[in-house]
T-cell receptor
């Protein structure tokens, strides 16, 4: 079974600065997908960024980028120019690419609570 | 715009009651999922469904059952609610194709069992 570990229960960053959230995972599979989801207080979980394991290039979405190290099984999220609206719980998640045509659940880490200091 | 809705944001039930949590998606997604979210534990998969009337157990199915009679609706059933089922329940849906099968989440139902 796959596991996802987020070692930082809480992180704090000054507004406009850069912060990196850590995620490691354990799998014996070679093909899979990795995700970062954001859950703002009392609001819906939304996808921040995704990475296909077969792609060497790190994914980027505006101020959000990942550092995907397949050999090290590491998938960190970097948020540049942090904004107050970035305050949320961030979850790293893993999904196997091998079966089910998408009908497999995600394996989540325990989450990192990101605080933005004004 | 993808929309996943859940019947209640907050629910309070008594121990031993039968509880139904409803989830509806409007994007014709084949796959639907129920997760449970607890502080310090993240989200854990309870059940999922890849088609009408089809269901698969997730990581923590004990004490739960599901029903999918229509493609857009996926229900989570607690046959006899217990206090250890007090939690936030999140529903999600996804296509059977597309970029990494992104899952779209509902707003969640916070269930308290007393």
């Amino acid at each position: 079974a796959q596991t996802v570990t987020q070692s930082q229960p809480e992180m704090s960053v000054q507004e406009a600065e850069t912060v990196t959230l850590s995620c490691t995972y354990d799998t014996s599979e070679s093909d899979y997908y990795l995700f970062w989801y954001k859950q703002p207080p009392s609001r819906q979980m939304i996808l921040v960024i995704r990475q296909e394991a077969y792609k060497q290039q790190n994914a980027t979405e505006n101020r959000f980028s990942v550092n995907f190290q397949k050999a090290a099984k590491s998938f960190s999220l970097k948020i540049s120019d942090s904004q107050l609206g970035d305050a949320a719980m961030y979850f790293c998640a893993y999904r196997s690419a091998g079966t089910g045509g998408g009908a497999d659940g995600l394996t989540f880490g325990k989450g990192t609570h990101l605080i933005i200091q004004p | 715009d993808v929309k996943v809705t859940q019947s209640s944001r907050y629910l309070v039930k008594r121990t031993g009651e039968k509880v139904f949590l409803e989830c509806v998606q409007d994007m014709d997604h084949e796959n639907m999922f129920w997760y449970r979210q607890d502080p310090g534990l993240g989200l854990r998969l309870i059940y999922f469904s890849y088609d009408v009337k089809m269901k698969e157990k997730g990581d923590i199915p004990e004490g739960y059952s599901v029903s999918r009679e229509k493609k857009e609706r996926f229900s989570l059933i607690l046959e006899s609610a217990s206090t250890n089922q007090t939690s936030m329940y999140l529903c999600a849906s996804s296509l059977n194709s597309g970029p990494s099968y992104e899952q779209y989440f509902g707003p969640g139902t916070r269930l308290t069992v007393t």
